[in-house]
C-alpha cells in the first residue's frame, strides 16, 4: 500500500527566497505524482503532474522533479512571494490502483 | 477554464439524515471521484466511477455511501444516514485519463454533522 509523507510540515519563510518541499512515497511503481495548492478552506488547485517516465515538470515559478528509484519529489518554487503561502500537497498514483494516495502537506507562509 | 463544480458549498444535517452531495465534472472527463478530508487530516479517497460503475472504493465507501450518475453531467454522492464522523470536507474530482490523467478538483462540499 502506497504511503506518502511530507517534511517538514511548517516552513516559513521570507519573500523572495527560493525554497524546496519535500515528499517521499514508499511504492515505486508509481504512474504519476502531482502537486496540489490548498488555501485555508478551499479546494485543491493542481499545479504540476509528472508522469513516471518524467524527471521533472515546470510551471512559471515552480518545478517539480520525481526520482522514482529513491521514491522522492521535490516542489521548488523560486522567488516565492506572499501570496504563495498555502498548503502544499503532492500525490501518488500507483499502477495497482486508481486512486490518489495523499500526503499529509506542507503549509507555507511566505513573510512580506 | 473548464472547472470542476460541486454543490452545497457547506450543509449542515441532524445525524440520521440523508445528505447528497453534487458535482458537474470537466464536460469531456470520464472519469469521476469522490475524496473526502476530515479537518486536520490527509484527503482520502472515497470511490472511483466510471461507465457508469463503481471502479474502485475505499473501506471507507460503505453501505451508507452511494454514487450516481443521474444524467450527463451530474456526478452525486449520498451518505444515507450521516454520523457525527462523516463531518468533513468532500471533493469531487474528475479525469480524462484513468492512470495518466491530470486530477482536477471542486471547491469542495462542507458537511456538518450535528
Known amino acids: 500500500k502506497q504511503e506518502v509523507t511530507q517534511i517538514p510540515a511548517a516552513l516559513s519563510v521570507p519573500e523572495g527566497e527560493n525554497l524546496v518541499l519535500n515528499c517521499s512515497f514508499t511504492?515505486?511503481?508509481?504512474?504519476?505524482l502531482q502537486w496540489f495548492r490548498q488555501d485555508p478552506g478551499k479546494g485543491l488547485t493542481s499545479l504540476l503532474l509528472?508522469?513516471?517516465?518524467?524527471r521533472e515538470q515546470t510551471s512559471g515559478r515552480l518545478n517539480a522533479s520525481l526520482d522514482k528509484s529513491s521514491g522522492r519529489s521535490t516542489l521548488y518554487i523560486a522567488a516565492s512571494q506572499p501570496g504563495d503561502s498555502a498548503t502544499y500537497l503532492c500525490?501518488?498514483?500507483?499502477?495497482?490502483?486508481?486512486?490518489?494516495?495523499f500526503g499529509s502537506g506542507t503549509q507555507l507562509t511566505v513573510l512580506p | 477554464e473548464p472547472e470542476v463544480t460541486q454543490t452545497p458549498s457547506h450543509q449542515v444535517t441532524q445525524m440520521g439524515q440523508e445528505v447528497i452531495l453534487r458535482c458537474v465534472p470537466i464536460?469531456?472527463?470520464?472519469?469521476f471521484y469522490w475524496y473526502r478530508q476530515i479537518l486536520g487530516q490527509k484527503v482520502e479517497f472515497l470511490v472511483s466511477?466510471?461507465?457508469?460503475?463503481?471502479?474502485?472504493k475505499s473501506e471507507i465507501f460503505d453501505d451508507q455511501f452511494s454514487v450516481e450518475r443521474p444524467d450527463g453531467s451530474n456526478f452525486t454522492l449520498k451518505i444515507r444516514s450521516t454520523k457525527l464522523e462523516d463531518s468533513a470536507m468532500y471533493f469531487c474530482?474528475?479525469?480524462?485519463?484513468?492512470?495518466?490523467?491530470?486530477?482536477?478538483f471542486g471547491e469542495g462540499s462542507r458537511l456538518t454533522v450535528l
Open positions: 511504492d515505486s511503481a508509481i504512474y504519476n
Open positions: 466511477f466510471y461507465n457508469n460503475e463503481i471502479s474502485e
Open positions: 509528472i508522469q513516471s517516465s518524467q
Open positions: 500525490a501518488g498514483k500507483t499502477g495497482s490502483a486508481r486512486q490518489l494516495t
Open positions: 464536460s469531456n472527463h470520464l472519469y
Open positions: 474530482a474528475s479525469t480524462r485519463a484513468e492512470f495518466t490523467g491530470e486530477l482536477f
